[in-house]
Each structure stands twice: as structure tokens, then as C-alpha cells.
């Protein structure tokens, strides 16, 4: 057993849930970035500067488009597809995208956190978010990414992460790593599917409700970050109708050894053609870190 724990871990980069810079939410395509063709739709997938990690995302997409659902149908697709194929730990191969096209131009926050659960299906609730935020941006629809609080079992506030959506020109909340933690006798109840503002403050702080919650703890600057870089669009209310309780088959525990099998494969692949990489810091700090409170010395 500790042989299997030191493998598995040695696999991971980077602890979430409890491990952000901010997440790239420009609207305008950077120079190079990936694009595709309008979805069925009719709706053009947005941009990712990372070609390889937009191709992940758009395997997965494909499907879900050919069923040419309603969008609140999609969004759900796609929201289920998370809960049932991606297993809530660590994330593994951070930095595989190096061994996927240029090695030495790091993709966004977003988008190298999305990486973990798209490719090899493990993250923790940022990687859940950011492939959340990725897959619907893929499927044309405006997301971002949400870098707040919830509570824990114990009853404390904890770092998290989430997604809104765009729908009808409105905004939503969207919790998929949440959902599946409370998926009951392999049913789904969407219970923070497509949810407002006020259902959420339930259990989750962000934006203004962050701010006030963190109070005197944190800096004059700290909390303009709060109000500004992590900014959410408002979620006045929840879409209508929730859809009915859904069964779901929920991934299984990753095998270790597979994992670092698939990793060494793209690497070594890499390295054969390319020669060793050069050392690159990558863009994975969950961006609430910038924003807690200092612990007491």
C-alpha cells in the first residue's frame, strides 16, 4: 500500500482543492489561438491559445453537439460528463501539454488546469472548473471560471472553485465536482446546476460575499483583487425548470501505474524527436491563495 501511495503521488504536480493567478477570460483571440467550426448550433467554439488541450475539449464536445439537444440540454451533457468521467484528486501531468506542440509556451491558468481531467480524468474542484469553464467555451458558450469558498465536512470555509455559464444571456452557477460529492445511490439531483446567487451564498463565497467573509483579515489590496480579478458576473436567478434527478455511474479510483505509463509514453515520444525541454514555470496556483488571509504567526 505505501509502494501504491508513493506512485500515485509521485504522479501528482500540484494538490487542489486546498491548493490560482488568475484564470485568462479575454474575449478576443490571442495571436495563434485554436478555434473550430460552428457546432451544429450554430455557435462557433470560442478560442484557446493551447491547440492540444482545445482539441481534448473538442473530443469530448462532439458528441454532446451531434445531438443537436437544446442548450440547456447541452450544458447538462456536458456537466454530466464531468461527474462521471473525471475522479476527484490531485491532477496528474501538468505540463504534458509540453510534449503536445511548443514546450516553451505555457497555456493559460484555465486552461493548463483543465488539462488534468480532459486528458487523463483526475483533478481536483479547480481542475473540475476550469475543464467545466474549457469544454463549454468549446461548445460556444461564454463560461468563467469562479475562484471563491465552501464549506467542508467539518463545517469550515474552505478554497474552491467553480463555473458560471452564459445561457440566454443570462448567468449561471455551475458546480460539478460539488454535485458529484453529493450524488446518493448513483443519482444525480443537480443541485447546483444552473443555480442564482442567493442558493449558492448557501455554501459557497465569492466576489462581495468573499470580500466580507475574509473582512479585516485581508489587505486594502487584497480585497480590490477579490472585487475585480475574480470578479463574477451576477446570477440573479436559477434557470427553470431543474431537471429531474438522473442516474449516473461515477468514475472509478485512477490506477496509478497506468497513469504514469500514459505520461512516460508522451513524453519519451517527445523526447525522442525533440531532446530534453527547457525548465518553465507553469501557470497552476489557484488564485484565491493570492487573496487569503496571512495564518497567525
Known amino acids: 500500500m505505501k509502494q501504491f501511495v508513493a506512485l500515485f503521488l509521485s504522479l501528482l504536480l500540484l494538490a487542489g482543492c486546498g491548493a490560482p493567478a488568475a484564470a485568462s477570460e479575454a474575449a478576443e483571440a490571442p ?36 445531438r443537436e439537444l437544446p442548450p440547456a440540454e447541452e450544458i447538462r451533457a456536458a456537466y454530466l460528463w464531468l461527474i462521471e468521467n473525471v475522479y476527484f484528486a490531485d491532477p ?20 493548463n ?7 487523463f480524468g483526475v483533478g481536483s474542484c479547480e481542475d473540475f472548473a476550469a475543464a467545466m469553464a474549457v469544454l463549454l467555451r468549446r461548445m460556444g458558450y461564454k463560461a468563467q471560471y469562479v475562484s471563491g469558498l ?34 446518493k445511490s448513483g ?42 480579478e475574480l470578479a463574477v458576473p451576477a446570477c440573479p436567478e436559477a434557470y427553470v425548470p431543474t431537471p429531474a434527478p438522473a442516474e449516473v455511474s461515477l468514475p472509478g479510483r485512477p490506477d496509478p ?5 500514459t505520461l512516460d509514453a ?14 518553465i514555470a507553469l501557470d497552476v496556483t489557484p488564485p484565491i491563495y493570492a487573496v487569503m488571509p496571512e495564518p497567525p504567526k
Open 150 to 183: 465552501t464549506i467542508s465536512v467539518e463545517g469550515e470555509f474552505v478554497d474552491h472553485a467553480w463555473t458560471v455559464v452564459q445561457l440566454d444571456g443570462k448567468w449561471y452557477h455551475l458546480d460539478p465536482q460539488l454535485e458529484q460529492n453529493v450524488v
Open 187 to 228: 443519482r444525480v439531483s443537480f443541485r447546483y446546476f444552473l443555480r442564482d446567487d442567493r442558493t449558492m451564498l448557501a455554501d459557497h463565497r465569492w466576489g462581495e460575499s468573499l470580500a466580507a467573509y475574509y473582512g479585516g483579515a485581508i489587505a486594502p489590496g487584497q480585497r480590490e483583487t477579490i472585487l475585480t
Open 113 to 119: 488546469r483543465a488539462l488534468s481531467p480532459l486528458r
Open 257 to 261: 501505474y497506468a497513469l504514469r505509463e
Open 31 to 66: 495571436p495563434g489561438a485554436e478555434s473550430a467550426a460552428p457546432a451544429p448550433s450554430g455557435r462557433a467554439a470560442l478560442p484557446l491559445e493551447n491547440a492540444w488541450i482545445a482539441s481534448l475539449a473538442d473530443g469530448i464536445a462532439a458528441p454532446i453537439l451531434a
Open 266 to 279: 508522451e513524453r519519451e515520444a517527445w523526447l525522442s524527436e525533440h531532446g530534453p525541454p527547457g525548465p
Open 92 to 111: 496528474v501531468g501538468l505540463d504534458a501539454w509540453r510534449y503536445h506542440g511548443d514546450p516553451d509556451a505555457p497555456p493559460p491558468y484555465l486552461e
